[in-house]
C-alpha cells in the first residue's frame, strides 16, 4: 500500500506524539449507539449481508480521516493513502478467521469482492496478512448489545484503529440502534478525530437511504 512519512520536525503534535507513546497503554477509544436503519434496510431490501453493508460505511468513514491511516512505525508516522480491512470471520465450530476486504470500488462490486475473498478465509486461519500494518481491524460482537467494550492490544508500536460493533435494537420509535466502538492509539488520534468518525459514518449509513 502507498504511504508517505511525515516530517516530525513540522508536525504539529509532536508533544502529544512523544507523550502518549511513553504510556503503558496509549488507547483511546469510545462507543456510542449508531443509528443503522438506513443500512439496514438496504440490505434486507437488496438481499445483502448487513455485516458487510456496515462494514463498507465504516470503512469509508474511517478512510477519509488521515490521522485512522496514520501508523506508528520505527518512531516514525506514516500515512497510508487508504487502508483495508481486515475483519473476523465466525467459523462453524465458533472460532473464527481473518478476512481482507478492500472497499474503494462500486458497492455491487465490493459485495462481490466480499464473497469471494469470504469463501478462502478459513484457509488463512488467524495468520495475518503481510500487510496487516495498513488495516482496519474489524470485529463484531452479534449477540450482545453492548455499552462499553474492553479490546486486547500489542502495544509498543501496534497503532491499527479497531472498529467493534454489536447488536442493534429497534427503539420506540422504531429506529435499529446498534453500540459502534472505535480505538485508536491516542499518539496519532484525539477525541476530534472520534467525533469526525461517528458524523463520517452517519453520512455514509444515509448514503443507502438514497439507494433503497
Known amino acids: 500500500m502507498n504511504y508517505r512519512t511525515l516530517d516530525m520536525a513540522h508536525y504539529t503534535r509532536r508533544a502529544h506524539f512523544d507523550y502518549f507513546r511513553t504510556l503503558p ?8 449507539s449508531v443509528d443503522v436503519t438506513d443500512a439496514l434496510e438496504y440490505a434486507k431490501q437488496n438481499n445483502r449481508s448487513f455485516y458487510l453493508t456496515f462494514l463498507h460505511a465504516a470503512a469509508l468513514a474511517s478512510d477519509s480521516i488521515p ?4 501508523r506508528i512505525h520505527s518512531g516514525q508516522i506514516i500515512e497510508y493513502t487508504e487502508c483495508p480491512t ?9 472460532t473464527y478467521c481473518y478476512c481482507t ?3 474503494h470500488m462500486d458497492l455491487n462490486d465490493y459485495y462481490s ?15 495475518e496478512d503481510p500487510d496487516s500494518e495498513c488495516m482496519y481491524f474489524i470485529s463484531a460482537l452479534p449477540w450482545l448489545h453492548y455499552n462499553a467494550l474492553i479490546q486486547p492490544v500489542a502495544g509498543g508500536e501496534e ?3 479497531r472498529i467493534t460493533w454489536g447488536k442493534y435494537q429497534v427503539d420506540a420509535a422504531g429506529r435499529a440502534i446498534m453500540p459502534v466502538s472505535i480505538l485508536a ?17 452517519d453520512f455514509e449509513i444515509q448514503k443507502y437511504k438514497t439507494l433503497i
Open 25 to 32: 497503554y496509549p488507547y483511546v477509544g469510545t462507543t456510542v
Open 67 to 70: 490521522e485512522l491511516r496514520q
Open 86 to 94: 481486515s475483519h473476523v470471520e465466525l467459523l462453524q465450530d465458533s
Open 101 to 103: 476486504l478492500y472497499h
Open 113 to 127: 469482492h466480499a464473497e469471494e475473498a469470504r469463501k478462502h478465509c478459513a484457509d488463512h486461519g488467524i495468520t
Open 159 to 161: 497503532s491499527n484503529p
Open 185 to 201: 492509539h491516542h499518539a496519532l488520534v484525539d477525541g476530534i478525530q472520534l467525533g469526525q468518525f461517528y458524523t463520517n459514518l
